[in-house]
């Protein structure tokens, strides 16, 4: 027998297999990396929104009137966010709700408009008028 007539066969069953095992695996592997990356980035973001709330709580209790708005509206619109996680978004409002009645109650008086009030006047350009009337 020459070995350049030698030729081997395999069955189709075996042919189709290996490659459809393959393309499992490596689908298999596709997600649970796409899984890793879902839970990081939504760490990332929890983290992020937190280490910005932080900064604008302490923006709101500052002595300074135009950070003090600041704070307050990066809280509005930290509320409002569309990458807010739902689960972070009571918890956000919950401070934004203290901030707000803290410096009506350290002066003794209502503010007459809440947060939310606040961001609207400034993204509308009125933010003079709205730091004007914030204590």
Known sequence: ???AEVT?????WQLLLAPAVALVGVLLG???TRGSAKELDKR?????T????RWACEQTGSDREGLRFVGFAVL?????????????????DAVASAAVEAPATEYGE?????AVDVVDEGLEGNSGQAAASHP
């Open 44 to 48: 990332w973001h929890r983290e992020e």
């Open 76 to 92: 509005g619109a930290l509320s409002a966010s569309s990458l807010l996680q739902e689960e972070d978004r009571r918890f956000i």
């Open 110 to 114: 209502g503010t007459g408009f809440d």
């Open 50 to 53: 937190m280490r910005t709330l």
């Open 30 to 32: 596709h997600l649970l």
């Open 8 to 12: 081997a066969t395999l069955p189709l």
């Open 1 to 3: 027998m020459n070995p």
